[in-house]
T-cell receptor
Framework: AQKITQTQPGMFVQEKEAVTLDCTYD???????LFWYKQPSSGEMIFLIY??????QNATEGRYSLNFQKARKSANLVISASQLGDSAMYFC??????????????FGAGTRLFVKA | NAGVMQNPRHLVRRRGQEARLRCSPM?????VYWYRQLPEEGLKFMVY????????ESGMPKERFSAEFPKEGPSILRIQQVVRGDSAAYFC????????????FGPGTRLTVT
C-alpha cells in the first residue's frame, strides 16, 4: 500500500499566484514527521519545510506553508506568490520509525510544477 | 561549512563492472542514508548507517549491493556486476541525530550502465 500519495503528476500555475500541492499519507505511528522537498532540473534535493505530528501549528517557511490536517492524514504544500524559479519537481515525504529501531524517510512519487509567466 | 558531498557526480559503467559511490556527510553528522531515484520516480530508501554500523538495510537489494560507513572516511555504496536496471540517481543524506527533523541531501551520483 502507498504510504505517501501525491495525486497530481503535474500542475500549472500563473506567476504570482498561489498553488497547493496535495499529499496524503498512511501510518499507524503516533509520532512521525512530514517533509517537502524541491528537486529542480539540476537534480539536487532541497529541503523546504517540516511538520511534526504533534505540532499544533501549521509549519511556515517564507512563501511555503504546510496545511496539516491530521485527521484526514493530509499534508498539502502551499506556495504563495509563485515565481518562475519555483518550476520543479516537488516531493512529499514522511519519516517514521523509532529511536530503538531507527528512522527512514518514505517519499511520494512527486508533483511537477510549471510556473507560467 | 561544507554540505553533504558525493562523488563522482556522474559515473558510467559497462554491464558486469563494479560501481563505487562515495558520500561524505556534513561535518558533525554521524548518520547516513542512501536513496535511489529511478527516472521520473520518487526516492526509495535503501540503507541507513551510523559510523561502523548498518542500522537498517531493508531497502537494499539482496544481491550485489552493499554499503559501509567506516570510522574514518566516507560512506561507500558498492554495486557489483552492474546491470542496466541499476541506472539511476543515488542520493546520500546525513543528519546529526537519529530522529533529526531534516536530512541534508548531497547532489547525487548519476549512474549510467551501458
Amino acid at each position: 500500500a502507498q504510504k505517501i500519495t501525491q495525486t497530481q503528476p503535474g500542475m500549472f500555475v500563473q506567476e504570482k499566484e498561489a498553488v497547493t500541492l496535495d499529499c496524503t499519507y498512511d501510518t499507524s505511528d503516533q509520532s512521525y514527521g512530514l517533509f517537502w522537498y524541491k528537486q529542480p532540473s539540476s537534480g539536487e534535493m532541497i529541503f523546504l519545510i517540516y511538520q511534526g505530528s504533534y505540532d499544533e501549528q501549521n509549519a511556515t517557511e517564507g512563501r511555503y506553508s504546510l496545511n496539516f490536517q491530521k485527521a484526514r492524514k493530509s499534508a498539502n504544500l502551499v506556495i504563495s506568490a509563485s515565481q518562475l524559479g519555483d518550476s520543479a519537481m516537488y516531493f512529499c515525504a514522511m519519516r517514521e520509525g523509532s529511536w530503538t529501531g531507527g528512522f527512514k524517510t518514505i517519499f511520494g512519487a512527486g508533483t511537477r510544477l510549471f510556473v507560467k509567466a | 561549512n561544507a554540505g553533504v558531498m558525493q562523488n563522482p557526480r556522474h559515473l558510467v559503467r559497462r554491464r558486469g563492472q563494479e560501481a563505487r559511490l562515495r558520500c561524505s556527510p556534513m561535518k558533525g553528522h554521524s548518520h547516513v542514508y542512501w536513496y535511489r531515484q529511478l527516472p521520473e520516480e520518487g526516492l526509495k530508501f535503501m540503507v541507513y548507517l551510523q559510523k561502523e554500523n548498518i542500522i537498517d538495510e531493508s531497502g537494499m537489494p539482496k544481491e550485489r549491493f552493499s554499503a559501509e560507513f567506516p570510522k574514518e572516511g566516507p560512506s561507500i555504496l558498492r554495486i557489483q556486476q552492474v546491470v542496466r536496471g541499476d541506472s539511476a540517481a543515488y542520493f546520500c543524506a546525513s543528519s546529526p541525530l537519529q530522529g533529526a527533523n531534516e536530512q541534508y541531501f548531497g547532489p547525487g551520483t548519476r549512474l549510467t550502465v551501458t
